[in-house]
């Protein structure tokens, strides 16, 4: 009797401790130390020893029945001991041992819990038979089933105990004591399924989510997360959306003048500006690259998304106080519609990149409607830039052409400008309107330059009327300490005098007061070379260009020369630059000359040098002629080519109508 008191007394104690492990958020410490397996094989261990003994006085009492039941019992107890120790992965063996045992957990089969919140108090071994059916019947679900399923715990912010797709096996046994079968039970699509909230799991799921889908610097979805979300919005039946391409203007001199720190700062100021005005739970914002965001408008029209557009761009400019400095941002923006410009979200996103592009063309803060032939220009401008690759590569193909500068009471030029001429065997001449912008934005200019630097010197050696070489320089080459090393190598190469040698800029190459680009025209200065302030008027500050550096030449816009006859304004501006060039001792070149009253107007006006064709179009070189020849229809006697070989929208070469 006193074995049969233990035994109860064991007993009672392991469904005090069910109770204790059931209440989970008084007893939490509790929970966690007997879901230590070590302990629970201990308290088994204790049970089952307990149970032989039960068994044993049973028997010396004549009580066969209550001693076959309890031999049973301790036989299960002892199988799952066993299980225990050495987790049998057979889902079938580890079942039948528990139901011998008349102790199961759920872990090994997911399909079988209980109702949240109720306590089932079920015969074990019934139970423990319930879970070998379900595990069987698991083996005979659809792949795909388990898979949605999967996906329902996980949208639904729980962790689910269910193995990946494909795995059949049995997972880890733990035990549990008798009666203690209260677990939530979830039901999908007729099948039984064990989930858990497990916060500690969920926060680091939500940390790996955040970084697989989200920018880390701004908190908006990067460019992978935006085009899947995209897709799936642009598959839904009639749907309408405006898409907006966002890119800040100048951001990448910030971030190189000011470091990385700064350049975080704004970006981040400018994210939190966009997540503001597009509060809007149908609007989607995402950072697609360093200074590039997109937005999503559903049901957006052209005619709102760009008043949208414009409210963006107000908010965006407002300045930032980033370490107590004040900056200013402006945006471009490109704008594409769905499903006018296509149902895509990759070809969408791409047609406005194309119209952000031709905002940007347009200058800071601009916005620009996505159109059909811009990818067509688009399409234009990518084969001109690779046909120009090449011919770089071969330097087959350019030519250098000049137009005589001429000093009123001299009957030889003062000087010849060389303009730079490309014949493509395919697309016959190409203007330089089409590729000379091109070449500055692909970042070939250089080698450009290079070219008819080197071949521009080497003629002028040629030439018997002593007559001085100017040049055009691109305003992307100063600054960077290439021209000085360059123009260096072209005269000791070619012999010309660097006395001989003229290099035209234009305003825009000093809007910034550069220093660095001051330094180098003085240098060059330094070898003897002349220098001139190309277009002048139509900058922004022409008068303090003059201040800021001592050129030797001014070249009035040919626009003024054009339209002095016309406008009065005009002729006062002409009237102006010649009477301030005499006055600072430069001398000044009316650009555009092409009739015998704007000759004579600006000869009136004080001017010293005309250029245009009234005189002269620009001219081949003697060595070039022949092989111009060869290749065009090209008439040296009127520096003109014939109709069939002249492109679309080529610019032609005046004839003079009359000299003087």
């Keep these: 009797m ?22 989970r958020r008084a007893f939490v410490k509790t929970s966690d130390l007997l879901n230590d397996a070590r302990w629970t094989n201990f308290l088994a261990a204790i049970c089952f020893i307990g149970t032989l003994g039960w068994t044993g006085s049973l ?44 102790l199961f957990h759920m872990r090994p089969w997911p399909e079988l819990a209980a109702l949240p919140g109720k306590m089932i108090l079920a015969a074990p071994c019934l139970m423990a038979l319930l879970a070998i059916a379900l595990h069987w019947r698991r083996h005979k679900q659809m792949a795909s089933t388990r898979q949605r399923a999967r996906e329902g715990y996980l949208g639904h912010g729980l962790r689910s105990d269910m193995p990946p797709v494909g795995d059949e096996t049995s997972a880890i046994l733990r035990p549990v004591w008798p009666g203690q079968l209260a677990y939530q039970l979830r039901q999908l699509r007729g099948r039984a ?140 923006i490109g704008v594409a519609l769905a499903p006018e410009h296509g149902l895509q979200g990759d070809k969408l996103l791409a047609r406005a990149g194309i119209a952000l592009a031709a905002a940007k063309a347009r200058g800071k803060g601009q916005l620009c409607l996505f159109a059909p032939d811009m990818e067509q220009r688009l399409h234009e401008r990518a084969m001109i830039e690779a046909r120009l690759r090449l011919v770089l590569e071969s330097q087959d193909g350019f030519f250098v052409f000049y137009q005589p500068i001429m000093a009123f009471g001299r009957e030889e030029p003062v000087a010849r400008e060389a303009l730079v001429r490309w014949f493509h065997r395919e697309a016959g001449w190409i203007p330089p309107s089409r590729f000379i912008e091109i070449a500055e934005q692909s970042g070939l200019i250089a080698a450009l330059s290079d070219l008819v630097i080197s071949k521009a010197c080497k003629d002028a050696t040629n030439w018997t009327d002593g007559a001085c070489l100017a040049i055009n320089i691109s305003a992307s080459l100063l600054g960077r300490g290439y021209l000085p090393d360059r123009i260096a190598r072209a005269l000791l190469e070619s012999g010309l005098p660097a006395a001989r040698l003229e290099l035209e800029i234009t305003e825009t190459a000093l809007l910034d007061d550069n220093e660095r680009v001051l330094e180098e025209l003085r240098t060059i200065q330094k070898m003897g070379v002349s220098i001139a302030l190309d277009d002048f008027g139509t900058g922004y500050s022409s008068l303090s260009h003059l201040r800021a550096f001592p050129f030797q ?70 060595e070039d002629l022949p092989r111009i020849r060869a290749l065009s229809n ?14 679309d929208d080529f610019e032609p070469w005046h004839e003079p109508s009359s000299r003087p």
């Design 193 to 332: 399924v064990s989930i858990g909230e497990r916060p500690e799991q969920k926060a680091q799921q939500d940390e790996v989510e955040s970084f697989v889908h989200y920018d880390l610097l701004t908190g908006l979805p990067h460019r992978l997360a935006f085009q899947d979300q995209f897709d799936l919005i642009l598959s839904s039946p009639g749907f309408h959306a405006a898409l907006l391409y966002i890119d800040l203007d100048g951001f990448r001199l910030i971030n190189d003048l000011r470091g990385n720190g700064i350049g975080n700062k704004i970006l981040s100021a400018m994210a939190g500006r966009l997540a503001q005005a597009c509060l809007d739970p149908l609007m989607t914002v995402s950072r697609l690259g360093s200074d590039e965001f997109a937005v999503v408008l559903p049901g957006y029209d052209a005619r709102s998304a760009t008043i949208f557009a414009r409210h963006l761009q107000d908010r965006l400019k407002a300045p930032i106080l980033v370490a107590q400095q004040r900056i200013v941002m402006t945006a471009s």
């Design 634 to 647: 090209y008439d040296v006697s009127r520096g003109t080519l014939a109709a069939s070989d002249r492109p």
């Design 59 to 102: 028997l010396v009492h004549n009580d066969l029945s209550s001693a076959t039941m309890g031999f049973m019992l301790s036989f299960g107890m002892l199988l799952f001991l066993h299980g225990l120790i050495f987790h049998p992965l057979a889902a079938a063996g580890s079942a039948a041992m528990l139901a011998l045992a008349g």
């Design 553 to 622: 030449k001014i070249k009035i816009d040919g626009s003024f020369v054009r339209d002095a006859a016309l406008n009065p304004n005009c002729a006062a501006i002409v009237h102006a630059i010649a009477d301030l060039g005499k006055r600072l001792g430069v001398a000044t070149v009316a650009e555009g000359v092409e009739t015998l009253e704007q000759l004579e107007f600006v000869r009136s006006q004080g001017c010293q040098q005309v250029q245009g064709n009234f005189y002269s179009a620009p001219l081949p070189s003697e």
């Design 2 to 23: 006193a074995m049969a008191l233990v035994a109860i007394l064991l007993v009672a104690a392991w469904g005090c401790v069910a109770i204790c492990r059931r209440s």
